[in-house]
C-alpha cells in the first residue's frame, strides 16, 4: 500500500512538471466538471449493486469512458496536436480495442458479460473513431495531426 502511494505521488509530481512546461490557460476551457459529475450520477444510478465499492468502481468506469473529451476539445480547439500527444491518444485507444477483445474473450469462455463496462467501453470507443481516422490518415504517414479546415 505505502509503495502505491508513493508511486501515485510520484506519477502525479511528474505530470504537474510536465503539463506546466506545456500548459496553456487560453485554450483550456473545456468544462471537466460536468464530466465528473455526470459520472457520478450515472455510478449512483446505474450499477450493479449499491454499495460503495461498486458505485466507486462503476463511477471510475464511466469517468474513464469520457476522460478523453478533454484533450480532443484541446485539438479541436487548436487545430492541431504535438506528435508525442497523437501518439499516446493512438496507444490509449488501442488499449480501449483490447479491452474489446478481453470482452468477446471473457464472454466465450467464462460466460462473463458485464454491460456497465461494455457500455462505457463503446463510449470511448466511439469518441476515438475521429481521432483513429485522423491518425492513421496523417500520423502513420509521417505528417503532422492537423484537423482539415
Same mark, same amino acid.
Given at each position: 500500500? %505505502?509503495?502505491? !502511494?508513493? *508511486? ?6 511528474? &505530470? $504537474?512538471?510536465?503539463?506546466a512546461? =506545456?500548459y ?13 459529475a455526470v459520472?457520478?450520477?450515472?455510478g449512483l ?11 466507486l468502481? %462503476?463511477?471510475? !468506469?464511466? *469517468?474513464?469512458?469520457?476522460a478523453?473529451?478533454? &484533450? $480532443?476539445?484541446?485539438?479541436?480547439? =487548436? ?10 491518444l ?6 480501449r ?13 467464462e ?6 463496462a ?20 496523417k500520423?502513420?504517414?509521417?505528417k ?6
Open positions: 500500500m %505505502t509503495i502505491a !502511494i508513493l *508511486l501515485l505521488g510520484i506519477s502525479g509530481k511528474s &505530470q $504537474l512538471l510536465f503539463a512546461a =506545456t496553456n490557460r487560453n485554450h483550456d476551457t473545456f468544462r471537466f466538471e460536468i464530466l465528473i459520472a457520478a450520477v450515472l444510478l446505474l450499477n450493479h449493486e449499491f454499495s460503495v465499492t461498486e458505485v468502481w %462503476t463511477f471510475s !468506469i464511466y *469517468l474513464e469512458s469520457v478523453i473529451l478533454p &484533450q $480532443l476539445f484541446m485539438i479541436s480547439k =487548436t487545430g492541431e496536436a504535438e506528435s508525442i500527444t497523437s501518439h499516446y493512438f496507444a490509449l485507444g488501442s488499449y480495442g483490447l479491452y474489446i477483445l478481453n470482452w468477446i474473450y471473457r464472454y466465450y469462455v460466460g462473463h458479460l458485464d454491460w456497465v461494455i457500455a462505457s467501453g463503446i463510449v470511448q470507443t466511439g469518441l476515438y473513431c475521429d481521432f483513429f481516422y485522423l491518425y492513421i490518415t500520423v502513420m504517414k509521417g503532422s495531426l492537423t484537423l482539415p479546415a
